[in-house]
């Protein structure tokens, strides 16, 4: 009995190993941890309603349409995401912009990384074409994701956009 009481008591020590606390991490790890941290916090349930820039620590967005557009006549919708600081875009990681509402005024609702003007380090330019047949505002509704990398760390940015477009 002796002996089980002593196994029992031994037994969850076996295998343990040390850790090392949070409180130890390099000064350095612990600065470069916070930054990640902060820069692939998405602002998922932010949406952009204008045209305009947004911006973040790792990337800025330029998001151009036209307000008002003819009827037939063909317009450019222009998104373009910059780089900023340390921050560079990841290449290899999968570029979407899907559109939820008003797919049919660009021609479809997915484009990828095939469907990018201009892919560096620096930026992602998208410029796609579209095209209304009725009069009337129709909304354009989606969301881009693209990844981002420092040298050491690898964030997603994840944007959801709505705007209107009159059509006269």
């Keep these: 009995m002796y002996k089980l ?6 037994l969850p020590l076996v295998g343990c190993q040390k850790s090392v606390a949070p409180s130890q991490t390099p000064k350095k790890l612990k600065s470069v941890q916070k930054t990640a941290e902060k820069s692939t916090q998405s602002k998922e349930n932010d949406v952009i309603k204008q045209p305009g820039d947004t ?12 307000q008002k557009v003819s009827i ?3 317009f450019l919708f222009h998104l373009i995401a910059h780089s900023k600081g340390i921050y560079h875009i990841n290449k290899e990681f999968p570029i979407s912009l899907k559109i939820k509402k008003g797919g049919k ?3 479809k609702d997915r484009f990828k990384k ?3 003007k201009l892919l560096s380090d620096d930026q992602i330019e998208f410029d796609l074409k579209g095209t209304c047949t009725q009069k009337g505002v129709h909304t354009l509704d989606g969301e881009f994701t693209f990844g981002y990398c420092t040298d050491t760390l690898c964030g997603t940015a994840k944007q959801k956009f709505t705007f ?3 059509v006269e």
């Design 105 to 107: 005024v660009l021609g």
């Design 72 to 74: 037939d006549q063909p």
């Design 164 to 166: 209107d477009v009159t």
């Design 55 to 66: 911006e973040e620590e790792a990337y800025r967005l330029s998001f151009k349409l036209p």
């Design 5 to 10: 009481f002593l196994f029992l008591i031994f």
């Design 114 to 116: 095939e469907d990018v």
